[in-house]
């Protein structure tokens, strides 16, 4: 972008000049409005979630077997929701300001297979297509028990499909992992970014891993191209997919179900105001839509970006979605939260879900490492940097004086190797 591009941007979104000092930057969304009104332009409806469900009951006897973690919850891929309250004590002190209501904690990141909240759009969107080869070869039905799928003749029908990915790590071990189970020969394009573990456990996996030099953005093209050529390749399209965004929105109900279970209202008294990590926008788009499905105009979502990568605030906020990436501005890309180094967003989730979120803000790298090591001090939990954007969400956001609850979407972080999570943990304040 020129200069004179960018100094008319400024004028006109004096927020910009904040992202480009890489300052951490609340914005509150003017655009927020009712789930009545709001809900139309995400193109997508409750019938498109029930489906979501649907779909992975009939895998969950399949799952069960497949991944034997899963069996506990029969074949069921979701995680717990806890109280975090020694945390809350932390984060009034360290920030010299009272947190109301209660602080939870939602745990994506100890989903079984991939230990990420893309266990939940990844593993979906490989099954989907799974089922529809499946069906339209006439080797399966929606009534059948889906465990027969183990057996050697699926596996080999599987095996002469293929399926590319691009991602920065997490998508492509939930991706790589759940294909190659599945039978499906599977190729991940690795961005610059993605950490060697990773790599490594796809390989173990046979996974093939093609790494480029460059970002999430790069790495996604080059999928996309390699796929192109290949009429029996699937190229599953983290920035535009709907099956992914369906795979995440699963998630709204299922809290609604476990709120429920643990006797925790939520009501125009008690609304929820819930915090998520944002890379490309699919994991929070879609759980915040499922969120809105379930919980109505009660629930108050906000997505958390690092200050290097602030791409969704940076479309919303100037209406130009997926035509302006972060570097355009000259904010280079680069932070420690693997899932969330995108400069691009998603156009899909900005521009359906504008109106249905309330909010976005940014934090640095040193933010999240002095979360991480709060969280593992006080609550003996581990997680990704990544996975602590949203910790600061009951600090950043303005709340009503009520009894709000506060959730915050862990996203990432229980199959770091011990290794690597101390030299997070040496990181912190
Ligand atoms: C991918 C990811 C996110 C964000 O999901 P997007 O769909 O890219 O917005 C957040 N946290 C972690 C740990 C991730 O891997």
Redesign the pocket.
């Known amino acids: 972008m020129t200069n004179e591009k960018i100094s008319a941007l400024t004028a006109k979104y004096p927020l910009v000049a904040d992202l480009m000092a890489l300052k951490e930057t609340t914005w509150l969304n003017p655009r927020n409005t009712s789930l009545a009104e709001g809900l139309p332009y995400v193109g997508l409806t409750q019938a498109d979630v029930d489906d979501a469900h649907a779909r992975l009951a009939r895998f969950a006897p399949y799952l069960a077997r497949a991944f034997p973690e899963t069996a506990e919850n029969n074949g069921i891929i979701e995680s717990e929701v806890v109280e975090i309250p020694a945390m809350q004590k932390r984060l009034e002190k360290e920030f010299g300001a009272a947190i109301n209501g209660n602080l939870l904690l939602k745990k994506d990141s100890h989903l079984p297979i991939s230990g ?3 266990a939940r759009g990844g593993i979906y969107e490989v099954l989907t297509h799974a089922e529809k080869l499946a069906i339209n070869a006439g080797l399966l039905s929606h009534t059948d028990n889906y465990s027969v799928l183990l057996e050697p003749r699926f596996r080999d029908f599987f095996s002469q499909y293929s399926i590319a990915v691009g991602s920065t790590g ?2 492509g071990m939930s991706i790589g992992i759940m294909s190659a189970r599945v039978g499906f020969k599977v190729t991940v394009h690795m961005s610059a970014d993605a950490r060697e573990w990773k790599k490594a456990k796809l390989r173990r996996h046979g996974v093939k891993v093609v790494e480029y030099e460059q970002d999430y953005g790069v790495a996604v093209e080059q999928g996309r191209k390699a796929a192109e050529g290949d009429p029996n390749c699937f190229f599953i399209d ?1 920035e535009n997919s709907r099956t992914l965004f369906l795979g995440y929105a699963v998630a709204g109900e299922r809290l609604k179900a476990q709120f429920a279970e643990q006797g925790r209202v939520v009501d125009e008294q008690h609304p929820l105001f819930v915090y998520l ?8 788009g879609g759980v915040a839509f499922g969120l809105k499905l379930a919980f109505g105009d009660n629930v108050h979502c906000f997505f958390a970006e690092p200050t290097h990568s602030p791409c969704m605030l940076l479309g919303v906020y100037t209406g130009l979605h997926d035509s302006i990436a972060v570097q355009d501005l000259g904010i280079d890309n680069l932070t420690a939260a ?3 180094a ?1 400069g691009r967003a998603s156009g899909f989730v900005g521009r359906a879900m504008e109106r249905l979120l309330d909010g976005f803000y940014t934090l640095s790298d040193q933010s999240m490492y002095n979360l991480l090591g709060w969280l593992a001090e006080e609550e003996g939990i581990r997680l ?1 940097p ?2 602590l954007a949203g910790m600061a969400g009951p600090v950043r956001v303005p709340t009503p004086s009520l009894t709000p609850t506060h959730l915050v979407w862990a ?2 972080g229980g199959m770091v190797p011990p290794d690597e999570m101390e030299k997070y943990l040496a990181k912190g304040r």
Not at 277 to 284: A, L, Q, R
Request: net charge negative; aromatic share 0%; glycine share 26%.
């Open positions: 990420s909240i893309k997490n998508l983290d990590p944002c890379g490309v926008g699919g994991g929070p693997d899932g969330l995108v990704e990544s996975a996203t990432g």
